[in-house]
């Protein structure tokens, strides 16, 4: 007879407890969270039923509580500082699936320019599930593959491993390698996600695209809950054909090709590189912009 707690449950909230006042309504959420991803993911994306009561309840919850556990911040706390993804280039992703020991990072506001949820923390870094992407199972026609989100490290392996085991397997730092190229080539964008609720740290790496990806599209609609990686895209005139890859595959509309030049729009560019790894003439580069914070780096 299976537990009734399952193991990975029970070291979820015995991490919870390890963190000096994080409150019990946030690891519950937390839970709620990864235990009912595909529920709450798809109902956020107002795409499930029955979508406008789950975000009038999840309006109500961060109207309620988040604000009472958390210090007030200038123009108080906002959905994008509990939940966020950093745009990470391909180098940078690898890197997070190839760490050999545990790590403990808080990174700085110039990185991650929220006000919770900061902090890298890996144990067993080794121990990554690639899961079937929540955004994309809720689109009716989603984009393939679909198990292409990697949650990195303990507790949150083995917690989505145990309860979404038929959407989930646990892969090789060297097969999350093999999904993070493959993403890159279909052109999709490396995003390491931080989320409050779970345990106030980084989790996840998704590849996602702008046609399914919620996050993508709730940064559209004007929540900002994606950081600039950094990084900006640059054209070296000399080599550029023209071609028009780069407008076709930019995945924040940030490139324009006019009079035979692609010309890059510095506030929509995200530096996700994939213009980069795609340009057949190597004419596009990505370069440190201070100005969109600084690069997520181990």
């Not at 994306?45 to 406008?52: E, K, L, Q």
């Not at 020991?101 to 506001?109: L, Q």
């Not at 949150?156 to 989930?168: G, I, K, P, T, Y």
């Not at 924040?252 to 530096?271: D, L, P, R």
């Amino acid at each position: 007879m299976s537990p009734l707690i399952k193991p990975s449950t029970r070291a979820f909230f015995r991490e919870a407890r390890r963190i000096p006042g994080y409150p019990l309504l946030e690891w519950l959420h937390g839970y709620f969270y990864l235990r009912f991803t595909y529920f709450y993911i798809g109902n956020a994306m107002g795409v499930r039923f029955p979508a406008n009561l789950f975000n009038r309840l999840a309006q109500f919850w961060h109207h309620i509580f988040t604000r009472r556990q958390h210090p007030p911040q200038p123009g108080g706390i906002t959905f994008a500082d509990t939940y966020h993804g950093k745009v990470v280039p391909l180098e940078t992703a690898r890197q997070l699936v190839l760490v050999r020991e545990e790590i403990r990072i808080n990174y700085p506001e110039q990185v991650l320019p929220y006000a919770l949820a900061r902090d890298l923390i890996l144990k067993q870094p080794d121990h990554i599930v690639a899961l079937a992407c929540p955004c994309r199972t809720a689109r009716p026609q989603p984009c393939l593959p679909l198990d292409v989100c990697l949650i990195v490290g303990e507790p949150f392996a083995s917690l989505v491993m145990e309860h979404h085991a038929n959407r989930a397997h646990w892969v090789t730092p060297q097969t999350a390698l093999d999904i993070l190229q493959a993403e890159e080539q279909r052109g999709h964008v490396h995003h390491a996600f931080f989320k409050q609720a779970v345990l106030g740290r980084f989790y996840a790496i998704c590849n996602c695209c702008s046609c399914c990806c919620g996050a993508m599209q709730a940064h559209r609609h004007g929540t900002p809950m994606l950081a600039s990686s950094g990084y900006i895209s640059q054209v070296s005139q000399a080599d550029c054909t023209g071609c028009s890859t780069c407008e076709t595959i930019c995945p924040f509309n940030a490139i324009e090709v006019v009079c035979g030049q692609s010309i890059v729009n510095e506030a929509k560019c995200m530096g996700c590189g994939i213009c980069v790894s795609h340009c057949p003439q190597n004419a596009m580069t990505l370069q440190l912009a201070p100005q969109k914070g600084a690069p997520l780096k181990l």
